[in-house]
């Protein structure tokens, strides 16, 4: 985990599997991820339709050929726990983590485990848990649980025009 | 009684009087800033709603604000700042920035009550159909976005009614969100805020402007951010603020002016310090009556009061003028004890007629200056000879002056008389009235042009125009309401207006929330029809409990009620725009962004729904106002023609004298009018202390108080000089009201001057008596 403190950009492409209590079936997208140090995280999806979604600290941009909207998640700490959730995984950034979940840690440096709970109650009321799953300073799964059984898992694997 | 035994009874008495009167002021005065007394006591239901709106609606408490000056994160940060402060002050009742959490208890409100309040409840909605094609979007979202909280409310809300009930409320009225704060096209942010304080409580409105220049300073945390805002409040705030700076700068100047006239004329700093003594002796005890009749004294009748009063500055002055070398002071009262009298009553006369005028304003204005003459009067008679020291007399003897009058009279009559015709003639062909108080308005044009940019931006209500609906009940007010609404989407879709506030949008009528109510299915109903459209869908009909509860309860649900809304913005636009006017309901619909009021009108025209032009009705509630004060002064002037016919003993010779003063006045109206003012009420105001000081202008020429011509032109000379010091100062004001009234006393007491000259018989033989 402390090896991801030394990455100022990482660009890898990433899977997300939304199994939502309201849908009988998953919803599955795919695309790019990048971050960059400290606050800039941006999603390109490509399947099923084309998105992006960028984020810079708190104020979030949403951009597809049908709409764009942007807004402000100050008001909004369950949505901005979530999205810390990542981006502080992505920087290694474990003071950040710290001050919004409870942080437990296992494994080897190889290949860890990092399970974060929400500290405030508001927000554990929505968000139930983060676990992330990286090995080095690659971070492979981010599984994230909401309070009424929807889950999300994000697969991230090096961005197809980095791989050897 | 030796005269300094006199002379000191005279002070204790006054000293005593004056205490009296002061003692009482500082304890009970309450001076009362409604302006609503200068408007007559309202009859029709119209001009009843004029009066209340301006009193007390929203509109006047409306603070609009903006901030520019940096970037958009800066001032994102400052508005959020800024509102946290606001909404915490008790000088504000309501804030919203943009902020979501400004519109909480109203979004919880509308959440609640969404099926009473969406007109998307119908029975066709809750088919299977219906239901699969108000979901489609709902479900398309899940797979957009950061997608997890958007879609919060699905499960809930599926067919999105409350997102449908809060579109149609903001739409075209608010302004579009940057950053998660309202910003407007050229990169500013916008709030709006409402005072606790009512638009016509200006030291309310002042406190409240100084509470946001406060917050503003400590949400502005050194950045480059600048503030510009507007109301009707902070504008009628700073419009008093430029009155009063000016008021008493001129005051100053025009002090001074007379201080070197009357050190002139008289060479006695005692004799100059005695002339203030009768005419501030007056305003004091009749600001006193005033409040002891009407249990307060208005702002304007203090301003308006003390400008009528400017004719008792003038007693101290015939009478100090005419003491002949030689002479005591009260052989020289003894004199003109008569004519003064005269002077004083005439003018108590012709206030006396504004007691009757129907407005308490006026009445207020016309006791004031009853006991302010009666009492200034009184104190030049009885206080002031004793006062005078002994043996002074002016030093400027009548004989230096010249003791005939010009032999080219006739001439400066014909002169005189086609100068008049002339003006006259100037003045036929134009507007003799104004009854536009936005003319009045002292407050420069740059702050009238950002009151319409920050309104326009802001989406706020117009001031000028709105809808009044009227009917026996709330509940058929409300449904005429309702019955409007396709006109006014429609009249939007045209592009004349920009958005409206309709209450029963958020308030709907019994008969409409019932029709809502039944048009929502029983629970297995609505559960066979959901579930067939979630099949198509791909939906877990399971997820969607908390809706099938939600419907089953507003089947149940008693009617949503005025009450249910209080502690929010919505119950604050409720109480304010449902309102019970003498038995009848009437519902206010504010419009903004109105730009076809012509084709509006006719749009909307229904049988019980007006279409209201503010600015129209108060221009004939002014006029209703004019016409009044009209009449209480030509009863006045009647009054003035019995009090000199009983006085001169003769009615020819009392029409003889009021000749001169009728045609100043009307001259200098006619004057007014041919250079380009036309006459306002405080035109009017003015004129009628023309009337007074003319009155004594031709009483004191006229030849019965024995002085030879040489001293009483002299006597004219110095209290017409001192006048035309104070009121020409005035009319060099920039403030419209000031110099109003400035330039029309200016006029008339010159013209009276002038014309009692002309036409007065004063260097006749003195008549003995």
New interface residues.
């Given amino acids: 985990m402390a090896s991801l403190s030394a990455v100022t950009r990482s660009d890898v492409d990433f899977e997300e599997t939304r199994h939502l209590v309201m849908l009988a079936k998953p919803i599955v997208r795919r695309g790019s991820l990048s971050y960059v140090r400290p606050d800039h995280l941006a999603m390109r999806v490509t399947s099923p339709v084309d998105e992006t979604i960028e984020i810079d600290g708190s104020r979030v941009s949403v951009r597809s050929p049908s709409e764009q909207r942007d807004f402000d998640l100050a008001q909004q700490p369950v949505a901005l726990a979530w999205i810390e959730a990542i981006r502080a995984s992505l920087a290694g950034d474990e003071r950040s983590l710290e001050q919004r979940f409870s942080v437990g840690l296992t494994g080897s440096a190889e290949s860890w485990d990092l399970q974060l709970e929400p500290i405030d109650r508001q927000v554990a009321a929505a968000l139930k848990r983060v676990d992330v799953h990286g090995s080095g300073a690659a971070l492979n799964v981010i599984k994230i649980d909401t309070a009424r059984g929807d889950r999300i898992v994000f697969t991230l694997s090096p961005a197809a025009d980095r791989r050897p | 009684m030796s005269a300094r035994g006199g002379a000191v009874g005279a002070w204790l008495s006054w000293g005593a009087l004056v205490l009296a009167a002061a003692i009482y002021l500082g304890t009970r005065l309450r001076v009362d800033a409604d302006f609503a007394a200068f408007l007559p006591a309202a009859t029709t239901s119209q001009q009843r709603f004029l009066v209340a709106q301006l009193k007390e609606g929203v509109a006047g408490r409306l603070l609009l604000i903006g901030l520019r000056g940096d970037a958009p994160a800066r001032l994102?940060d400052t508005s959020?700042a800024l509102a946290h402060l606001l909404s915490a002050d008790p000088d504000f009742r309501y804030v919203n920035n943009g902020?979501?959490?400004y519109a909480l208890r109203d979004t919880e409100i509308l959440r609640e009550h969404r099926y009473q309040l969406s007109d998307g409840v119908t029975p066709e909605r809750f088919t299977a159909a219906g239901i699969r094609a108000a979901l489609g979007p709902g479900?398309e979202s899940?797979?957009?976005?950061?997608?997890?909280?958007e879609t919060d409310s699905?499960?809930e809300d599926p067919t999105g009614e409350t997102g449908r009930v809060v579109a149609r409320l903001v739409a075209g009225v608010h302004p579009a969100?940057?950053?998660?704060?309202w910003f407007d096209a050229a990169g500013g942010a916008l709030l709006i805020a409402e005072t606790r304080a009512t638009g016509s409580d200006l030291d309310g409105q002042e406190r409240a402007q100084a509470a946001l220049e406060r917050a503003f300073k400590a949400a502005r945390d050194g950045s480059r951010v600048e503030l510009v805002d507007s109301s009707p409040g902070a504008m009628a705030v700073q419009s008093r603020a430029l009155i009063v700076a000016d008021a008493s700068r001129l005051a100053l100047v025009s002090s001074l002016l007379i201080l070197g006239i009357l050190a002139f004329v008289y060479r006695s700093s005692q004799v100059v310090l005695l002339c203030a003594i009768p005419a501030l002796t007056g305003l004091l005890l009749g600001a006193a009556a005033v409040n002891l009749a009407f249990g307060s004294v208005h702002a304007i009748t203090l301003g308006f009061g003390s400008t009528l009063l400017g004719e008792a500055v003038d007693y101290p002055g015939y009478l100090l003028t005419r003491i002949a070398r030689d002479e005591t002071a009260r052989a020289a009262l003894a004199r003109i004890a008569r004519t003064l009298a005269m002077a004083v009553l005439t003018t108590a006369a012709a206030a006396a007629a504004l007691l009757f005028a129907g407005f308490p304003g006026l009445a207020q204005l016309g006791l004031l200056t009853i006991v302010g003459v009666l009492v200034a009067g009184g104190v030049t008679a009885w206080a002031l000879p004793r006062w005078v020291p002994a043996h002074w007399h002016p030093p400027l003897s009548a004989t230096a002056a010249r003791s005939r009058v010009p032999s080219y009279r006739r001439a400066a009559i014909v002169i005189a008389g086609l100068m008049l015709v002339a003006v006259f003639a100037l003045a036929a062909g134009r507007t003799w009235w104004d009854d536009d108080l936005a003319n009045l308005n002292p407050l420069p044009a740059e702050l009238k042009l950002r009151d319409r940019e920050l309104r326009s931006a802001l989406g706020a209500p117009d001031a000028r125009w709105m809808l009044l609906i009227d009917d026996v009940d709330a509940e058929s007010v409300l449904q005429s309401a309702e019955r409007l609404r396709p006109a006014l989407e429609d009249a939007r879709a045209h592009g004349w207006l920009r958005g409206f506030d309709l209450v029963s949008d958020y308030l709907p009528s019994q008969a409409m929330q019932q029709r809502r109510r039944s048009a929502l299915p029983d629970a297995m109903t609505l559960r066979a029809n959901f579930a067939a459209a979630a099949r198509t869908l791909?939906?877990?009909a399971e997820?969607?409990e908390p809706f099938f509860a939600a419907v089953d309860r507003a089947r149940s649900a008693p009617p949503l009620r005025a009450t249910d809304l209080s502690g929010s913005a919505l119950g604050l636009r409720e109480d304010a725009l449902l309102r019970q006017d003498d038995g009848r309901w009437q519902v206010i619909v504010p419009l903004s962004g109105v730009s076809d009021p012509v084709h509006l009108a006719e749009a909307l025209a229904a049988p019980n729904v007006r279409w209201v032009d503010l600015q129209q009705l108060s221009r004939s509630l002014l006029a209703d106002f004019r016409l009044h004060a009209l009449a209480a002064f030509a009863a006045g002037a009647l009054l003035v023609l019995f009090v000199m016919a009983a006085g001169l003993r003769s009615a020819t010779k009392a029409v003889h004298t009021a000749l001169p003063v009728a045609a100043a006045i009307a001259a200098t109206a006619a004057t007014l009018v041919a250079i380009g003012h036309p006459l306002t009420v405080f035109h009017l105001v003015a004129l009628m202390l023309v009337a007074g000081i003319g009155t004594n202008y031709a009483l004191f020429m006229d030849a019965r108080t024995g002085d030879p011509p040489a001293t009483a032109l002299r006597s004219l000379a110095v209290v017409a000089g001192t006048t035309l010091c104070a009121f020409a100062t005035l009319a060099t004001s920039q403030t419209p009201v000031l110099h109003a009234i400035g330039l029309t006393v200016t006029i008339g007491a010159t013209l009276c001057a002038a014309l009692s000259l002309l036409l007065l018989p004063f260097q006749k033989t003195p008549v003995a008596t």
């Avoid at chain 2, 899940?142 to 909280?149: A, Q, Y």
């Avoid at chain 2, 969100?177 to 704060?181: A, I, N, P, T, Y």
């Fill in positions: 994102a959020r902020e979501l959490q479900v899940l797979s957009r976005g950061i997608g997890l909280f699905l499960a969100s940057r950053e998660g704060v791909d939906l877990n997820a969607f």
